[in-house]
């Protein structure tokens, strides 16, 4: 096994995630007793000569947070309805993180 960062890079790096998804722009992912790790994104579409309205949403996140046994990423591109990642796709990121949960019988950590 070939540690490609530091051990305590990756514990920071975690809680940053966990900071997403408790105070910031996962919050739509959180699932009560649980630890999840999130990072959304909200990005400009490239068009020739600059970027255009169109936007592309994800969020990428992983849970339990810190013994993980899933990852999840939900992208969408140019969304019709949300502005930002944050309404549109964390929501389905909890959705799914939530049935995996339930379905591999993880118990609440928390």
Known sequence: EKRVISEQAADRLVAMMVGVTENGTGRNARIPGYWIATKTGTAQVPERGGYGEDTIHTVLGFAPAYSPLFVI???????????????TVAPVFKDIAEYILNYLEIPPER
């Open 73 to 87: 990423l939900v992208k969408l591109d140019k969304p019709q309805k949300g502005r930002f990642a944050a309404t």
